[in-house]
């Protein structure tokens, strides 16, 4: 019978290097994913080279500009690694450089200006010897995953193949093909302990605290910290629906080319909020927090949003909408001409102080089974193009790129929280009674 203390034995693989890249927004148990996966491939006598910043010197490689250790990237040893797997940070840095950014479509690898970005992250790598990369990021970072591999299945066949697996990260949890992403609990273990403090902040001085969070396309983060830290409301994108949802046209002022689109029915989000409070008094609590979820700012009407810049994609700048202390004054003004009392009411924005924050037990185990599944897909599996995902009890398994990307807009979908289901219904249950 086999021993069931012994390691995996070690196994025959084509791999002598591989790359690890973070990109994207930080989330707590990075380093946990990138130690675990460093360690299995170090333990079975594999270099490990961590590129440093996402893709921040590969998208500009050139052989006229070499990638340089200790800038570019760095060998990560057993010394590198030692206690590493509940720290803080991110052991290789991160940022938003996309070398997929300009491809939309198939048809666009046919383009070399557009593919020239993914061309040189793979000259970049090829340049350092690298067998195999592991990325870890958010759906922006798989969507580029899913384009490295897609530009590298239209090579010569003599071509070298640089296998990639990819690790899913986001604090807002809304990823298809994982149950929860690593840092979400942390997040959201975070932002709980703030709303707590505010609540004993609030019951002190009789006022409200309107705190928004992270949560641009979902709303986990949101529901998850105001479940944990006993808000007395809390309010989502997914809940934009029936009444609390209108409909606004607006015309293009240099096409004249008319489009509506739905936006939320504010006054309505805000009489929900008022009556809230009247039902919190009506059992003598004369203060609370209310938590809402930053991506509500895409649902405003146009009033609301002028003078807010946007990107190369229409998107607003979210954190210039200051939605927590806008929501703030309409929900205070609205308060006194429904009561005829005042009640302080404070706004806020909560979330970058949790990016980063000392992971919690369950967020490293879930990192660590990550960081493992790399390196199981790679040698043991010998997959190539797949999204490393794990359920029930750290159970692995494989997702490939191409059942979670649409392959005409090469674009990921958002999971939103389905109202009604459970854990939508659990902070119903929870929440304070307005007798709706």
């Known amino acids: 019978m086999e021993n069931t203390l012994n390691r995996p034995p070690k196994q025959d693989s084509p791999f002598q290097r591989v790359a690890i890249l973070f990109a994207g927004g930080p989330a707590p148990a990075a380093n946990a994913v990138i130690s675990t996966c460093a360690t299995s491939f170090l333990r079975n006598d594999i270099q490990v080279l961590g590129i440093k910043h996402g893709y921040s010197s590969l998208i500009d490689y050139s052989t006229d500009k070499p990638l340089e250790a200790g800038k570019d990237f760095i060998v990560l040893d057993h010394p590198i690694l030692k206690r590493t797997r509940n720290s803080q940070g991110i052991l290789i840095g991160t940022a938003r450089a996309n070398p997929g950014k300009s491809v939309s479509h198939p048809a666009h690898f046919d383009d070399a200006e557009k593919v020239a970005p993914l061309k040189r992250t793979y000259e970049g790598l090829c340049s350092l010897k690298v067998d195999a990369l592991i990325s870890i990021g958010g759906d922006d970072t798989l969507k580029t995953a899913n384009k490295f591999k897609m530009y590298q299945d239209r090579l010569p066949a003599d071509a070298k193949r640089i296998p990639i697996v990819h690790l899913p990260k986001t604090i807002d949890n ?28 609030g019951e002190a001085s009789r006022a409200y605290f309107l705190a928004e969070t992270m949560g641009r396309s979902a709303g986990w983060l949101a529901y998850g910290a105001a479940i944990a830290g006993e808000a007395s409301l809390v309010i989502s994108v997914e809940d934009i629906t029936g009444d609390l949802c209108d409909e606004e046209t607006i015309t293009d002022p240099r096409t004249g080319e008319a489009t509506t689109r739905a936006v939320m029915h504010v006054d309505r989000v805000i009489n929900r909020i008022v009556r809230m409070m009247e039902a919190r008094e009506e059992e003598g609590k004369q203060y609370g927090v209310i938590v809402i979820a930053e991506g509500l700012a895409e649902f405003l009407p ?47 924005q909560l979330g970058y102080e949790s990016r980063c924050a000392q992971p919690n037990a369950f967020d490293v185990m879930l990192g660590s089974q990550l960081g493992v599944g790399a390196y199981r897909a790679l040698v043991q599996e010998n997959l190539n193009g797949v999204l490393v995902s794990v359920s029930g009890q750290l159970e692995l398994h494989y997702e490939p790129f191409e059942e979670l990307i649409d392959p005409e807009t090469l ?24 007798n709706d």
């Open 174 to 201: 809304d990823y298809h093909g994982i149950d929860f992403t690593f840092g979400f609990f942390t997040a959201v273990d975070t932002l709980a302990t703030e709303i707590r403090n505010l609540l004993h902040d």
């Open 302 to 348: 146009a009033k609301y949003l002028e003078g807010i810049p946007r990107d190369d994609h229409g998107h607003i700048s979210i954190s210039e909408v200051e939605l927590g202390r806008m929501f703030a004054k309409l929900v205070a003004d609205a308060y006194k001409a429904e009561t005829g009392r005042t009640r302080k009411v404070n706004g806020l």
């Open 411 to 434: 674009v990921t979908k958002v999971r939103y929280i389905q109202t009604g289901c459970d854990f939508h219904s659990l902070a119903r249950f929870l929440e304070t009674d307005a």
